[in-house]
């Protein structure tokens, strides 16, 4: 059992996500450890699917690095609202062609039959379409008292066939989609697992790009892989990377970063209450009159706290952008302040504009 500082867990958990002060090199670096890139299309700053590599690579990052990695090289695959690591591919797809686990899913697709056919046949001889270019030939919806989803159900059936692994992402016009087959986008020589065997392997992958999870948690399930830990102050079961583990005494320090609120390091939000002492509420969500961040605050990391949220939104029509408000969690001192400042800084001119509000 290993018994770790609460600061060696922050640690672990900040340098597994590539936010300390050895930044990656490529887009295709931070996918392979971090796991996926989550695609958002709210863009009060820039897209989730670009500041999220910019906030570990920093200034050598270009948004075109992303469709090249993604389209041209197939390094990168896109699938259910993520860039994820190529490598994860054959784990996840021996999973996915294991078919739908709600009986919901199977019953829809049953009684869809035609429609499903429908949409195959015209992959097969077209491809890659968008989801506009399909007819809805459902027979049976899905519920929409919910209010979140429209009439057509070609979405719904390509996200499906998609997560049972029958259709792929070949590429986007602009933020549209194009579907195909998988075959025709994916590499043929994927090597096929076993379910047990591939679900193993997601959990290994899942700790590497955590450092340090709950072992039993919804948020990041990782099984038994890893080693068994304790972390000061803390009464939950852990699990840790022991890759991660033999990397402590070769800490190369922290930095300033400022992420996107759908950065995979904020994605579970039990563990950042527990290891970091910050409760964090997206407050997009929110009435205007309950907010006390702003719309889309990004949180600010310093080392291995998070010390802030940036209130900023792009104005593109006068190429500036905007600081509302910088919100300080707790009293910062003067290098903390710089660290900030700075990184405001460098976020302006990555996203080629001129500051204001500062």
């Known amino acids: 059992m290993h018994r770790l500082s609460r600061n060696e867990a922050r640690r672990i958990a900040v340098r597994a996500q590539l936010l300390d002060v050895d930044r990656p090199g490529d887009v295709v670096e931070v996918a392979e450890q971090i796991g996926a890139i989550k695609i958002d299309p709210t863009a009060t700053i820039a897209p989730a699917e670009q500041t999220v590599p910019w906030s570990r690579i920093g200034w050598g990052y270009e948004p075109g690095q992303l469709r090249k990695a993604v389209e041209t090289d197939r390094l990168l695959f896109e699938h259910d609202g993520c860039f994820w690591a190529g490598s994860l591919l054959a ?157 402590l005494d070769d800490d190369p320090g922290g930095r300033a970063a400022i992420l996107n609120p759908y950065d995979r390091m904020l994605f579970d939000r039990p563990r950042l209450t527990e290891l970091f002492d910050f409760t964090y509420v997206l407050e997009q969500f929110k009435p205007k009159g309950q907010r006390k961040y702003g719309y889309f605050a990004h949180p600010i990391l310093v080392g291995d706290r998070f010390v802030g949220l940036l209130d900023a939104e792009l104005d593109k029509k006068k190429e500036t952008l905007v600081v509302h408000a910088v919100h300080e969690i707790s009293a910062w001192d003067d290098d903390e302040r710089e660290m900030v400042e700075a990184e405001i800084r460098d976020l302006a001119g990555w996203l080629g504009v001129a500051l204001a509000g500062r």
Do not use: C
């Open 91 to 247: 784990p996840m797809l021996s999973i996915m062609r294991e078919g739908p686990r709600r009986q919901a899913t199977v019953d829809y697709l049953e009684a869809n039959d035609a429609f499903r056919r429908d949409i195959l046949s015209r992959l097969r001889a077209e491809g890659p379409l968008a989801a506009s270019d399909f007819t809805d030939t459902s027979v049976v919806q899905r519920d929409r008292s919910s209010g979140w989803y429209g009439p057509n159900e070609v979405p719904r059936m390509l996200e499906i066939l998609a997560r049972i692994g029958e259709v792929a992402i070949a590429g986007r016009v602009g933020r549209q989609r194009l579907w195909d087959l998988p075959e025709r986008v994916y590499p043929a020589d994927l090597p096929v697992f076993e379910p047990a065997e591939a679900e193993v392997l997601l959990h290994q992958r899942r700790l590497q790009a955590a450092g340090i999870a709950k072992q039993k948690s919804p948020w990041t399930p990782v099984g038994t892989v890893g080693e068994p830990a304790e972390v000061e102050g803390s009464s939950w079961k852990w699990r840790v990377d022991p890759e991660a583990l033999a990397a």
